[in-house]
């Protein structure tokens, strides 16, 4: 049986892109497109997918709409398709419900297997992306671990806007700048901060800072508002 697929994507020409892909593809099937959330939860409730291959970056696309889509149609998996490969776009999607993640330039093959493997309930995670995270040393199995704990922890207000600052990938130099201090005392901070979480990596920082919204979205990052 094909794979019953939705693409979602603000982009007219994102989208020819992808039909014409698949349109060669036995396995896959495209039961339609989408240029905003509307139309794809109405796609979703009309052809109950398989997949959802969505830019949760495009605009009219966040977190919101794939929770509402994941909550239409409990059986459908998404798979996001963007330019972001940013840890916190990374966490901010598997987050929201995505379950595998691509990047628009990689490889025919490796998109088709990407939304192959996740209709077969497997995550997917391009080479592009997972070389791009292991450069920033990110580390992709602790973020694919059990999620950090979710004791109480006591953080002041400008520990807070250090993690925040962290998460958008900010270097020391950057978030001194910002926030007028030495570098000194934002790595200062930044121990303290992992002390208190428990953890000895930014990737676990980050990831606390994406479960408990410390993390700054900007227009391509998940805004909940759409």
Known sequence: MRIRTILADHSELGLLGLKALFSAEERIEVVGVARDSIAMQALMVRHRPDVVLIDHTSEGFGAKAIREGMRRCKRTRFVSITSDTSPVALMS???????????????????VDAVVSTAQGKRFFCGKILETLRKASFDVDLFLAEPLSCAPVTLSERECEVIGLIAEGKSYTRIAEHLNLSAHTVTTHRRNIMQKLGVNNTAAVVLYAVKNGLASPNKFLFNDSR
């Open 93 to 111: 999607a598997v987050k929201a419900g995505v379950m595998s993640y691509v990047k628009k330039d990689c490889d025919l093959d490796e998109i």
